[in-house]
């Protein structure tokens, strides 16, 4: 899964739009994402943050109320992050 992030940073920085529309079918508001999913908006907006800025809304506004949702420690974190 690391692995399979690191791609999608790495094909993000030159096409953020295709791995944005392909990442946020994976991010559902209601429903807790998969750990690596966040890690990968984390790490696609520090390698490219031009790229990310149009989506902030969309991705914020899904976020925000998933908040509450994270018990476990890494989730915690991995929202932090």
Known sequence: Q???S???VAV???FPNKVMEEVLT???PGILPHFFVLRTFA???AANVFGMVPFLNSILGTM???LGMARQ???KSVFCY
């Open 43 to 45: 790490d696609l907006a």
């Open 2 to 4: 690391e692995a399979a």
């Open 6 to 8: 690191a791609v999608l």
């Open 73 to 75: 420690d890494s989730m």
């Open 64 to 66: 925000l109320p998933m």
């Open 26 to 28: 994976k991010f559902q």
């Open 12 to 14: 993000g920085k030159r």
